[in-house]
């Protein structure tokens, strides 16, 4: 099956800059919309940004516009997400998701914490 990797979450303080990272096994990222997704405790999980490298679409949550940019390495089948200017409020587990079609591929996560 299908997995999907995440990695470079950690603790930050405010202010600080972070990248994750979202590898796949199986897949060709630049065949796929590529999104990132983030749910915090009591929360429910919402949409970071997302992206198609085929139509060229690149959507951004507004309370992550102007701090975070995804980006794709495809040599490495790696997708990024550079986290800057973070604050308290993006402290959640980060979500890499693969969609083309009906076909849908999720990662573990990885736990991002922003604190002094």
């Known amino acids: 099956q299908v997995q999907l990797e995440e990695s470079g979450g950690g603790l930050v303080q405010p202010g600080g800059s972070l990248r994750l990272s979202c590898a796949a096994d199986?897949?060709?990222?630049?065949?796929?919309?590529v999104a990132w997704y983030r749910q915090a405790p009591g929360r429910q999980r919402e949409l970071v940004v997302d992206s198609s490298s085929k139509e060229g679409a690149t959507h951004y949550a507004d309370s992550v516009k102007g701090r975070f940019t995804i980006s794709r390495y495809s040599a490495a089948n790696t997708v990024y997400l550079q986290m800057d200017t973070l604050k308290p409020e993006d402290t959640a587990v980060y979500y890499c998701?693969?969609?083309?079609?009906?076909?849908?591929?999720w990662g573990q996560g990885t736990q991002v914490i922003v604190s002094s």
């Open positions: 199986k897949i060709n990222f630049d065949m796929y919309r």
């Open positions: 998701n693969a969609q083309w079609g009906v076909t849908s591929f």
